[in-house]
């Protein structure tokens, strides 16, 4: 069965009869290594084509599907068409599909001839591509015997036809499948490979680019070259993103699944398919990834439209707008904030501050919400469009709140059941880091009972991705620790790597105030994020924070000191004075949680990981038995 983007489910409302009818058979009737996109805009000029099929040997095929009965056409000819208008009855001319189909294949041509890992590099078709390509119409109410009698061959050669009793479901797939090859070329050409296929996604699909490398070539310049390392949304993230629809969805998604990638490319499209009135609103925890998130809406010109804030932002920014009062500062951070949020919840039940305020709700880092956070935002969704997606994981629950989480989405208004996602493919990390980050995080990973919403944890499965082992650095003080980092970036960044590349996430301030001095004083650009305001994604420097703030963020390159000091959490949860099985129980929780930070910093690392942890600690020595 052929893959069709989006699925058929999402596009029914917009399919004409014969588009239905033609989707349909393509998926039954086509073998799995078929990829189909239906009126998804393409290249540069973001044409519409009806459908384009792709094939690793067959190559690229480009159909226009027209609805048209045979007493509907009044004249034909190669370039432009008469038919009678459905609305009036009256005659009007339209561009003969043939041409249309021509215009877009050679559109789509000229975006892919960019790329010089696709076209022959010398010889008679030099910068030609190299795999087969070719266009059609499909009319799926007219048969071939009104075909040839109308003599609509003279419009159309015969052979780009596929007419009304060709794709009836009892057709063999055999059959149906040599009308569409009969279209190309009888020529043999070169068999894509699975990354030339990616590589034809990302020239023609802009929008499954990851938000990294949305601007590395620019359409509009001819000359340019594509870049030799290219990243894309795999075909499940692909097939997701363009298939959500409207109402309450929940994808459940493990580290590094692209959660965060489909949501910006959700927001992207809503924005832009309402281009005016209400925005759309993006929520997540943590500030810097707000910080980034917000970023790329501004690098795409959808800053108006699309707002990215983290929640508590968002709760003040809430009650500055519609006039109610802030809380008192003379509280403590947790007290303050909470008081915040419950302001907010007041305004709205008294009716002082609006719900529907937006388009739509996307809430990243869902797992860190507490359950009367996303009663509130829910009730901020246009009811008319009713738009919410919430994004969680329940392993990288690394705050009191989101610890576990003991509600259903049902209760707090999420009303999402039956249009819930599993995303188990972690493509973020390679192999090797992935491994290291399941085995610090132990039995966290072990799937458990499904809770309320049938959503059980969700252990990660590696894509494959193969890199450098995790280098682990075995000495016993922080400063040092820190200052053999400092070496290995510099080695790092003399291989390649851009100091915006790379990240030091530390469990405490102080940590990570010694890792930032200790970079500063050996001249390496660094950038320190004490608190909001002080993370720059765009800044060629490298970032230092804490472990906590890092989540939803990835890097190249990740480095993780004092990994020891982790598991003196334990003792640091317990209070002097208390019983021995509290004392136990305390520790146990507590070095979960140390194991749970540990793993979503981790888990940042897309490239290279460097973990400080001296081997007399038991978080180094579990390490070391690890890599022996």
């Known amino acids: 069965m052929a893959t069709l983007i989006p699925a058929l489910g999402a596009c029914l409302r917009r399919m004409t009869s014969g588009e239905k009818r033609l989707a349909e058979r393509l998926e039954d009737k086509l073998d799995d290594d078929y990829l189909l996109w239906y009126d998804v805009p393409v290249g540069p000029q973001q044409l519409h084509p009806d459908f384009i099929v792709l094939h690793p040997s067959r190559g690229l095929l480009i159909l226009e599907v027209k609805d048209f009965r045979l007493g509907t056409i009044v004249q034909a000819d190669k370039e432009d068409w008469t038919i009678l208008d459905a609305a009036s009855g009256e005659p009007k001319a339209i561009k003969a599909p043939f041409a249309q189909a021509r215009h877009y294949a050679h559109a789509v041509l000229d975006a892919l001839r960019a790329d010089k890992r696709l076209v022959h590099p010398e010889g008679r078709r030099q910068g030609e591509v190299v795999f087969a390509w070719s266009y059609g119409v499909v009319l799926p109410n007219i048969t071939r015997k009104q075909f040839t009698e109308a003599q609509l061959g003279q419009a159309i050669a015969p052979h780009r036809v596929i007419c009304s009793d060709e794709m009836t479901d009892s057709v063999e797939p055999e059959t149906f499948q040599s009308r569409l090859w009969e279209m190309f070329p009888y020529e043999r050409y070169h068999t894509l490979t699975l990354p030339q296929i990616d590589r034809v ?95 790329t809406m501004a690098a795409k010109g959808l800053s108006e439209r699309v707002h990215c804030v983290h929640f508590h932002k968002w709760a003040r920014a809430q009650l500055v707008a519609y006039g109610q009062t802030l809380p008192a500062n003379n509280q403590s951070q947790d007290a303050f904030f909470a008081d915040m949020v419950q302001r907010v919840i007041n ?156 990240a030091v996430l530390c469990r405490t301030e102080k940590i990570r105030d010694l890792c930032a001095s200790t970079l500063y004083k050996r001249g390496i650009p660094v950038q320190n994020r004490r608190g909001p305001g002080d993370y720059d994604p765009l800044a060629n420097s490298v970032k230092v924070m804490t472990m906590k703030v890092s989540k939803g963020l990835e890097f190249p390159v990740v480095a993780i000191p004092g990994v020891e000091r982790l598991e003196h959490m334990g003792a640091e949860a ?39 942890a001296n081997d007399h600690s038991q978080f180094g020595k579990s390490l070391y038995a690890w890599f022996q």
């Open 201 to 295: 996604r990302w020239i023609l699909f802009p929008q499954v680019r990851i938000p990294e490398q949305a601007s590395l070539f620019d359409e509009a310049d001819m000359q340019a070259e594509v870049p030799d390392m290219l990243r894309v949304m795999d075909l499940q993230q692909e097939q997701l993103a363009r298939s959500l629809g409207d109402g309450h969805r929940v994808i459940h998604g493990v580290a590094g699944s692209g959660k965060t990638m489909i949501l910006g490319y959700r927001a992207e499209y809503l924005a832009r398919a309402h281009a005016a009135g209400k925005p759309v609103l993006v929520l997540c925890y943590n500030e810097p990834l707000a910080v980034k998130l917000a970023a």
């Open 347 to 502: 305004g709205v039940d008294r009716g002082h501050i609006p719900t529907g305020q937006y388009l739509a709700v996307l809430i990243d880092e869902g797992h860190d919400f507490a359950p009367e956070w996303l009663k509130l935002v829910t009730q901020m969704v246009d009811p008319t469009t009713n738009s919410l997606l919430v994004l969680y994981d329940d392993a990288q629950s690394i705050y009191e709140r989101g610890r576990k989480k003991n509600f259903s989405f049902k209760s707090v208004g999420i009303q999402a059941q039956g249009r819930t996602t599993i995303l188990k493919i972690n493509y973020r990390n390679t192999r090797q880091i992935l491994q290291t980050a399941n085995a610090i995080a132990g039995d966290l990973l072990t799937a458990e009972d499904r809770d309320d919403d049938g959503i059980p944890l969700v252990k990660p499965v590696s894509c494959g991705r193969d890199g450098p082992e995790p280098i682990v650095i075995n000495l016993p003080t922080l400063p040092e620790q820190a200052a053999r980092i400092a070496e290995l970036l510099q080695g790092a960044h003399a291989d390649g790597f851009a100091w915006g590349d790379m």
């Open 574 to 612: 317990t209070e002097p004075g208390e019983g021995a099985s509290a004392q136990s129980e305390a520790e146990a929780q507590a070095r979960r949680e140390a194991a749970r930070v540990l793993y979503v910093a981790a888990t940042r690392a897309t490239q290279r990981l460097l973990i400080g």
